[in-house]
């Protein structure tokens, strides 16, 4: 289930769009959620460790650049041989070859968000809350500028004149 919050300014065209996504594999769930940088407006994706949804018991890192749901250090060797390996099989040992395929590919996702920057996660008020304070942002270096999503008429970052309001 996503969960998209939209931002807008009422004097200028900044707009960040907030809230979460969920990409799904027939055997994992990569959830991830939306950040922005007010200092230079770069906006920036954060994930669980376990790619799942997010919880106080576990750490959360947020990514310089977007994911690759095939990654990257995966070579174009390997990936062909997988493809040639499903193609082969006969209809059950298809199946299982896939999921192990989606398994591998999930791990490796694993592996590269943990290169990510580390942001703890800690339990409040029933939810959860992300020490972003102490983040460096790996655009622009400002600390403490990362955000998930604006208040209510919070000055826009961009214009510094407009208000900002948000939509579901
Ligand atoms: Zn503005
Ligand atoms: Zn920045």
Known sequence: ?????????????????????????????????????????????????????LQSDKLCFLLPKPLFVVPRKQNKTEQREWKRRIKRADKAEKEQLRLEWEQLTHNKMIDEVRLGIPIQVTAFNGGIHLELDTIHCPECESVGKIVLGFTPDEVCPKCDQGLMSCSL
Do not use: A
């Not at 931002?7 to 900044?14: I, P, T």
């Not at 991830?32 to 949804?53: M, N, R």
């Open 1 to 53: 289930m996503s969960l998209h919050i939209e931002y807008r300014c009422d004097k200028c065209n900044f707009n960040f769009l907030g809230g979460h996504s969920d990409l799904s594999g027939s055997s994992f769930r990569v959830c991830h959620f939306q950040s922005i940088c007010k200092g230079c407006l770069t906006s920036f994706s954060i994930f669980s460790e376990d790619l799942g949804y």
